[in-house]
């Protein structure tokens, strides 16, 4: 290639890059909120001075305009962090929120699609409120309830650490929608029927012990496989959930069928 052909290349890649579109962008108001605090933060503790273009340029430069390595290797960490966080860490109203963070920046990374190892065999268990969609290797508790009118939520039990200890996913049908502690050991109990191994943990539950405002047993609490209960997620108004399972009501159902 000649020299001369060769400038004209770089000057023409150059051009393209410095080429800019004038487009409107419609942000909503908390991430306005969010560009005026990252540009606010950068001024006072670097002294550096960016325009909301700029930033903006910069977010999709990062999270698109790059290989599809980099998005896999981000996307496994997402993935990562969703497995590992603890439910106890904060409270509940900001753990969900920071769940949801890392499983939204996850499908980001993945054209809404998952890792291709993370998936798994799903089934659908359909009951008179709708239908559910579960991995294959989740366990129902109480499959005897169908068919029974009144049980129409369907619940998740998942124990913080249970891969360390080789506990599978749980899921169940209740009365309402929100579960009292009594239900919730109830249900504990049927858990253990249908999953011997689980009797070795409950009994032996490790609760957090407090003296004067401090927790003395944080490191033994931390690792104990602590039992939580979750509302399966809806079809509409969620994203697909990070192992597949989701809650199709029978509400959704009679709007799809009247169109």
């Given at each position: 290639?000649?020299?001369?052909?060769?400038?004209?290349?770089?000057?023409?890649?150059?051009?393209?890059?410095?080429?800019?579109?004038?487009?409107?962008?419609?942000?909503?108001?908390?991430?306005?909120?969010?560009?005026?605090?990252?540009?606010?933060?950068?001024?006072?503790?670097?002294?550096?001075?960016?325009?909301?273009?700029?930033?903006?340029?910069?977010?999709?430069?990062?999270?698109?305009?790059?290989?599809?390595?980099?998005?896999?290797?981000?996307?496994?960490?997402?993935?990562?962090?969703?497995?590992?966080?603890?439910?106890?860490?904060?409270?509940?109203?900001?753990?969900?929120?920071?769940?949801?963070?890392?499983?939204?920046?996850?499908?980001?990374?993945?054209?809404?699609?998952?890792?291709?190892?993370?998936?798994?065999?799903?089934?659908?268990?359909?009951?008179?409120?709708?239908?559910?969609?579960?991995?294959?290797?989740?366990?129902?508790?109480?499959?005897?309830?169908?068919?029974?009118k009144s049980y129409?939520?369907?619940?998740?039990?998942?124990?913080?650490?249970?891969?360390?200890?080789?506990?599978?996913?749980?899921?169940?049908?209740?009365?309402?929608?929100?579960?009292?502690?009594?239900?919730?050991?109830?249900?504990?109990?049927?858990?253990?029927?249908?999953y011997p191994p689980?009797?070795?943990?409950?009994?032996?539950?490790?609760?957090?012990?407090?003296?004067?405002?401090?927790?003395?047993?944080?490191?033994?609490?931390?690792?104990?496989?602590?039992?939580?209960?979750?509302?399966?997620?809806?079809?509409?108004?969620?994203?697909?959930?990070?192992?597949?399972?989701?809650?199709?009501?029978?509400?959704?159902?009679?709007?799809?069928?009247?169109?």
């Open positions: 290639m000649a020299i001369g052909e060769y400038q004209g290349k770089v000057m023409d890649m150059k051009g393209k890059k410095d080429l800019k579109h004038k487009i409107s962008v419609d942000l909503r108001e908390e991430n306005v909120e969010a560009l005026k605090e990252y540009k606010d933060a950068l001024m006072r503790e670097a002294r550096m001075r960016k325009t909301t273009t700029q930033t903006i340029n910069e977010c999709v430069s990062l999270l698109l305009d790059t290989s599809d390595n980099f998005k896999k290797d981000l996307a496994k960490i997402c993935l990562q962090k969703l497995q590992n966080t603890l439910p106890t860490n904060f409270h509940e109203e900001d753990r969900t929120c920071e769940l949801r963070k890392w499983q939204d920046l996850y499908y980001f990374l993945t054209n809404e699609r998952g890792l291709a190892e993370n998936e798994k065999e799903l089934k659908r268990i359909d009951f008179q409120n709708g239908y559910i969609i579960v991995p294959s290797d989740w366990i129902f508790i109480n499959p005897n309830e169908i068919e029974n129409l939520y369907p619940h998740i039990i998942e124990f913080r650490n249970g891969e360390k200890y080789n506990l599978p996913h749980f899921f169940l049908l209740a009365k309402s929608a929100q579960l009292k502690s009594y239900q919730k050991d109830n249900f504990l109990e049927l858990a253990c029927e249908k689980l009797k070795e943990f409950t009994p032996l539950a490790v609760h957090g012990i407090n003296e004067n405002g401090k927790a003395l047993n944080c490191e033994v609490w931390e690792k104990w496989p602590e039992p939580d209960f979750f509302p399966f997620p809806k079809v509409r108004g969620y994203r697909k959930s990070i192992m597949g399972e989701s809650w199709i009501p029978k509400s959704l159902l009679e709007e799809l069928n009247a169109d």
